[in-house]
């Protein structure tokens, strides 16, 4: 069953790759429980098909980092793009896409999250296997306030600037 608006995010695990050791983070990919991590926040969550694919590297990325003080003037306090790749791509990807410190690349490596949110979807027909759908959500202390699903093959609701228009 996909979540919708009033849920509360499911229990479960992402990934991150740390470049800097810090207390309680080790360098390397770390694991994360979403519970812990969303308690008494606001997180802008977007979700895409893969790291380095077109429209995830020339729109959505981009779009979340160049509007990320807008977000975060609107109250929110991270940004984390989930996508179905391991905490290396993503982190390669972060950079890349000069997001780090500004947006947080999630792994869902296995598409367990993706899956948990019914939000996953089968692309073998590209040689992909089971990713996430192309979606943006807000959550405050865990609990989804918006919710925006693209239609398959679609970027016209999952965009920072829709997530913005809702704050």
Request: charged share 20%.
């Amino acid at each position: 069953m996909t979540i919708k608006i009033g849920d509360k995010l499911p229990e479960g695990t992402l990934a991150e790759f740390i470049e800097t050791e810090t207390e309680g983070c080790s360098l390397g990919p770390n694991t994360f429980n979403v519970q812990d991590l969303v308690k008494g926040k606001k997180i802008a969550i977007f979700g895409l098909p893969g790291a380095y694919t077109p429209t995830c590297s020339a729109q959505h990325v981009p779009g979340y980092v160049k509007h990320a003080e807008e977000l975060k003037a609107k109250g929110v306090d991270e940004i984390w793009c989930i996508s179905v790749n391991d905490a290396f791509v993503m982190g390669a990807w972060g950079r890349d896409q000069k997001a780090t410190g500004i947006v947080r690349f999630m792994a869902d490596g296995n598409a367990a999250y993706s899956k948990a949110l019914g939000l996953d979807a089968d692309f073998s027909k590209f040689g992909m296997g089971t990713r996430s759908q192309r979606y943006s959500l807000l959550a405050e202390d865990g609990v989804v306030t918006q919710l925006n699903i693209e239609q398959g093959g679609k970027f016209e609701v999952s965009n920072a600037e829709t997530l913005l228009g809702q704050l």
